[in-house]
């Protein structure tokens, strides 16, 4: 659960916890460097479709691909990563509304990260579109994905979020004939906020975009491994 | 954003939160109960059709009902309430996750909450299916409400919200044909969690089941003020 307090307590508190998630995504990032690992971190609200893009990226990058899991509760997502062919591990954060470095580079430590064919983690945070957005985990490309039964109104209402991304993804285009979803207009409110988002429409269950979008991280990780 | 602390820290500041929230819900119900307003307080993932229920619910009940509109940031969703033709207060939280009783609580001083007709406040939440869940707003019925496409995995997933709800909505039920969604699968999971809750299956875009859903509520406030 999400805390309130004083002002003072607030800044206080805000100023040490993200001091100590700054240590940790620092000592995340050495060490995903450390080993040639290109990381995202894919936020969105939930149902927004992130395990489907996993599912397809998985297919894409096969065994080059490690995936990190973070939920309120169930290991249903990890399971369906490593059904598609990837090693999965499951952070089961039981009532955080998000995941902080500290939580990542504990599942670190207990994943396989030696195979040289690895070159790729993507990290699925908890489905919340507000709080995973204060929190680097080490990360070197932050993706938001906003589906189109969401409605095209959602990125202004979550300026935090789509205002930080290096990836816009829009969806379940495979539903826009069913729907009011001004794609433009999506794509033209995350460009006031940010202006140099790259974005990407997809259905991530009928594989519409998906190679385009796996072609683009794999340019960003072949570029980061020389 | 949400503060991370340590659990002894947690458990302090928890403790004063929850009291100085439960104070205010209190306080809010004295006032809700003196006016003779029922209250439901919605909560749902962004872009699950909150606003578009209500929309629904402003055509069924015209001036009895009032509304309270949570958002991170925008106007926007007061506005479609407004224009629906009822009368709607908009907090924007500006960056908090949830809404809390003290916050209803001024917009209850703002909002002409003294005509004979208005017998309902609609209260919607942040979307967000995680932080809201702790946060007694002095509500007479919670109500949960999952959209199709969002999966029917959703529930165990969350199970902080949906094992509190007095009322399940699932809505978007003219997306069936387009989505693997199970309903019966929904229901079962959010029934082991929560035996007594009320299940509504609904589309607030074409109308289908809303008028079944409004008539519950009705008598609701009905029983209430009777």
């Known amino acids: 659960m999400c805390e309130e307090t004083s002002a003072k307590q607030k800044v206080e508190i805000s100023e040490s916890v993200m001091s100590k998630n700054d240590r940790f995504a620092a000592e995340n990032r050495k060490i995903l ?22 599912e397809s990226m998985a297919r894409y990058f096969g065994g080059r691909m490690a995936v990190i899991e ?19 591990w499951q952070i089961e954060t039981g009532g955080a509304c998000h995941l902080d470095a500290h939580a990542v580079n504990h599942a670190l430590g207990h994943m396989d990260l030696d195979s040289d064919e690895l070159s790729l983690l993507a990290i699925e945070n908890v489905g919340n579109l507000i709080c995973p957005s204060g929190y680097d985990l080490g990360e070197d490309m932050r993706i938001g994905l906003l589906s189109v039964p969401e409605g095209d109104d959602k990125v202004l209402k979550y300026p935090s979020l789509f205002s930080t991304v290096d990836v816009l993804i829009i969806n ?16 033209e409110e995350c460009r006031s906020l940010n202006p140099d988002v790259n974005v990407f429409t997809v259905s991530a269950r009928t594989g519409e975009g998906m190679e385009e979008f796996c072609g683009f991280v794999e340019s960003g990780f072949l570029r980061n491994t020389g």
Chains 1, 2 share one sequence.
């Open 33 to 54: 460097r450390g080993r040639g690992l290109y990381t995202l971190n894919l936020i969105s609200s939930p149902g927004a479709g992130k395990t489907t893009v996993l």
């Open 70 to 88: 973070g939920d309120i509760q169930t290991r249903r997502d990890a399971e369906r990563i490593e059904r598609a062919g990837c090693q999965a």
């Open 172 to 187: 379940k285009m495979d539903l826009i004939p069913h729907l009011d979803f001004d794609v433009d207009r999506a794509i």
